[in-house]
């Protein structure tokens, strides 16, 4: 099974709430976010977004420029239904972080809260590091 079919079968069969790194929001996070992208237009990316509530939060918050990228599109499907209308407001990528094309300096905040600690080969992570490294101009951030 590859990486995509394993994501969409774990986002189709279980709840939101039945996965072991489920939070009902991510309070240290949107702290960690608010304290560096200061200006509401600040571009951010939730990397592994899946269906976390940051994107919500982050809209509630007045937040404009944001994108979300998951390797699942069952995940990235269900966020934009829970969003509704307000999923209109976010550009979503489906695809592997360590392979899809992101534009160079694209974003000033890089969020991720797990993608990176389930890469288990040095390749994976090195190719993790050079999107990062590539697609963030001011601030990465893990948390």
């Not at 709430?17 to 992208?37: F, K, M």
């Not at 390797?71 to 307000?86: F, H, M, N, Y």
């Not at 080969?121 to 990465?140: D, K, N, W």
Request: aromatic share 8%; with cysteine; hydrophobic share 35%.
């Amino acid at each position: 099974m590859n990486l995509k079919t394993h994501w969409d079968t774990i986002y189709d069969k279980k709840a939101p709430d039945a996965v072991s790194w489920y939070r009902p929001h991510l309070e240290t996070c949107l702290e960690l976010i608010e304290g560096v992208a200061t200006k509401h237009s600040a571009s951010i990316i939730d990397v592994g977004g899946g269906e976390s509530t940051l994107v919500d939060d982050l809209l509630v918050r007045g937040y404009s420029n944001l994108t979300v990228l998951d390797i699942s599109q069952v995940a990235v499907d269900k966020t934009k239904e829970r969003l509704g209308r307000a999923s209109e407001h976010v550009r979503w990528l489906v695809g592997d972080v360590t392979r899809t094309k992101l534009k160079p300096s694209a974003y000033e905040v890089w969020h991720d809260r797990a993608v990176f600690h389930f890469l288990t080969s040095t390749e994976e992570r090195l190719a993790y590091v050079r999107q990062v490294a590539s697609g963030s101009h001011r601030v990465g951030m893990s948390s």
